[in-house]
RNA sequence: CGGGGCGUAGCUCAGUUUGGCUAGAGCGCUACCUUGGGGUGGUAGAGGCCGCACGUUCAAGUCGUGUCGCUCCGACCA
């Protein structure tokens, strides 16, 4: 490709509308167009880079035996009452009619149309596994689209489901997913982590999420120095600390708190640390039918993870009751505790509460707290314990009971066990060698393309541009000739291009009328992994110099062997990032 | 969805407070000259529904109402 005929339209100066370096990379380099909020076009060099991503998954999909095929992003919304997201899936999902007043949506993810593929045509357990995947746009309604392509409505998606008669065989199906994810974000050049996760709307049991670790990550990620453990603070847990082991059990006492309606005040008054309180929080639980008053103990000094205990209750949605819906259990705003409240209020305590001895908390009365509150003497009635705290930095591991740190990452796969939850739902069955019925066995796994583009300039950029990692590299050298009125110069450039051409490098030769530093600074901006440069030294001592954006490493190197060393330089490259090296 | 900020040239932004000539700058773009190893210097140009609508006024980029869009924080989310 010729610099001068190439459809770049690079910035000079960074667009207001992008906070991180990935976003103000993708609009200067001219990778990406936005046309709306959050839908994206991928102008021809981003488009290169993702259509080297794509090859890279379809590659690691294929030698795990996926089979590629493309369903549509329009569907009806039959399908989707069947499986019941119709009414579960909120705003999210975008929801049309057609000219006869049909409703249909578009897909922000595929179960419902494969599984109903796969219900026509398996029949036997000889036919399977299966995994048809496809690589494919998804649209998704988000409430707030940020950071560019990282959270965008509209993306690109790599999504394949596998489809086995046991969950031995969705095991090893999960496995080799696993293991094609680990091989594609390497090949990528990323840093990433697979970490446990919680599967969400999606549902089903068994998740892990692929972060590429990044200060900009929109998730969190517990993670153990002392052991594997990793995990998603959504679902993290930790060896239960309870306070006050060890001590006698003393009286309760009712002690006057005015005005102490946070844990951090009332722990101050009463001249005990957060960690010996126990706070009551109130929520009202949403389901399909019923709305529920919960009553959720957790120590004073943690954070409720909502998404902990919404999964518990299994509603589809959870909120702070109100002043008045607490009152209407008999317990003042802000002076909320577990004593004495009525038996039919349901009430759910995090795993290190009932263990706690002498805890403090609201007495239910305005103004009063109680001292002393010990649920092993009977003193207060619950109704289930479950692990509801959000994990931060510095809990305890639950594998090893070293230090849990904390890191966070850009979400760029997931892949989740789903068991039956579909094909159930849509009669997805097959019938094995005894002649039973059985329901398949499902996963499925995801690859945001767009996103893995944007966390790989996000881990590889400098404040002159992006740094390519040569597997997903738009091109893999630019030949930069410095003086374009020297005809022998642009000879030479022009030679080693059309060699370099020749041997299938993907090579750019820049034949602006530009002055060099013009030049050097599009090259450093659009990340060329390598550089050659074709000046002076070259005419005066017949060196040209290779420069590597990467380390910025030099190397001068004589014009008989130049392309040679490019191609040398270039199979090192490939070679780093490849996961069998 | 709640709260804040912003919509003026392709990009970054002045100008709006206190309404008043023909709406500005830098970068980019076009032509020519100059320069030729890290965004060279110069000359001449092109480029604007001042987001949109309605209103106030002799007069609106500037004031009011509405609306659309963008953006940040929060809530939420495979």
């Known amino acids: 490709m010729r610099m001068s005929q190439l459809y770049a339209p690079t910035l000079r100066e960074v667009p207001a509308e992008a906070e991180i370096a990935s976003h103000q990379l993708m609009l200067r380099a001219g990778l990406i167009h936005k046309v709306a909020g959050g839908i994206y076009s991928y102008m021809p060099v981003g488009w290169r880079s993702m259509k080297k991503i794509i090859n890279i998954i379809r590659e690691e999909m294929d030698k795990k035996g996926g089979q590629e095929m493309c369903m549509p992003i329009v569907q009806p919304a039959e399908l989707w009452q069947e499986s019941g997201r119709w009414s579960v899936y909120g705003k999210e999902l975008m929801r049309m009619q057609d000219r006869h007043g049909r409703d249909f949506l578009l897909a922000p993810t595929h179960e419902e149309v494969i599984t109903s593929h796969l219900k026509n045509d398996v029949r036997s357990y000889r036919q399977l596994p299966l995994l048809p995947y496809q690589i494919q ?32 065989g969705l095991d090893i199906s999960y496995h080799k997913m696993h293991d094609a994810y680990t091989r594609v974000f390497s090949r990528c050049g990323l840093n990433f982590r697979p970490v446990v996760a919680d599967s969400g709307a999606i549902g089903g049991e068994g998740s892990h999420e692929f972060m590429a670790l990044s200060e900009v990550g929109e998730s ?13 603070n959504e679902i993290a847990s930790v060896a239960p600390q309870p306070t006050g082991l060890g001590e006698d059990m003393l009286p309760i006492e009712n002690v006057e708190t005015p005005n102490c309606t946070s844990v951090d005040d009332v722990a101050r008054l009463l001249g005990v640390t957060n960690d010996r309180m126990v706070k009551t929080l109130c929520y009202i639980a949403i389901y399909e039918q019923e709305e529920k008053f919960v009553v959720a103990l957790l120590r004073g000094d943690r954070q409720m993870n909502e998404i902990k205990l919404l999964n518990h209750l299994g509603c589809l949605e959870l909120r702070f009751a109100t002043d008045d819906e607490v009152r209407a259990h008999q317990m003042a705003p802000g002076y909320c505790g577990p004593v004495g409240l009525a038996e039919d209020v349901y009430i759910v305590a995090d795993n290190e509460v009932p ?37 931060e930095k510095g809990a305890i591991c639950p594998v090893c009971g070293k230090t849990l740190d904390s890191a966070r990452g850009i979400e760029v796969g997931q892949i989740f066990k789903l068991h039956t939850k579909y094909s159930a739902k849509l009669g997805a069955r097959y019938v094995d060698e005894n002649g039973a019925e059985h329901d398949m066995v499902m996963g499925c796994y995801g690859i945001g393309v767009g996103r893995t583009m944007a ?127």
């Open 455 to 581: 966390a790989v300039i996000e881990q590889h950029h400098d404040e002159f541009g992006i740094i390519w990692p040569i597997t997903v590299a738009p091109y893999e050298v630019i030949v930069v000739p410095v003086n374009d009125k020297d005809a022998w110069l642009v000879e030479q450039a022009e030679n080693l291009y059309q060699e370099l051409l020749c041997h299938k490098v993907e090579a750019v030769i820049d034949d602006r009328q530009e002055r060099p530093g013009v030049k050097f600074n599009d090259a450093d901006l659009l990340g060329f992994p390598i550089r050659v440069v074709m000046g002076k030294k070259l005419r005066d001592n017949g060196l040209a110099e290779i420069k590597l954006r990467e380390s910025g490493r030099v190397i001068e190197v004589p014009l008989a062997e130049l392309a040679a060393t490019v191609m040398e330089l270039r199979a090192a490259m490939f070679a780093g990032l490849d996961p069998d090296k």
């Open 355 to 391: 263990l706690m001895v002498n805890h403090e908390c609201g007495a239910g009365k305005k103004d009063h707290h109680l001292l002393h509150v010990n649920y092993q003497r009977g003193d207060y009635r619950i109704s289930e314990t479950a692990d509801l705290m959000l994990v």
């Open 137 to 168: 746009g998804k649209f998704r309604d988000e409430r707030r689209p940020r950071f560019g392509v990282i959270r965008s409505r509209e993306f690109l998606m790599k999504d394949l489901y596998s489809f086995d008669r046991d969950e031995a």
């Open 220 to 232: 969190e990620i517990i993670f153990c120095h002392g052991c594997d453990y990793a995990a998603t």
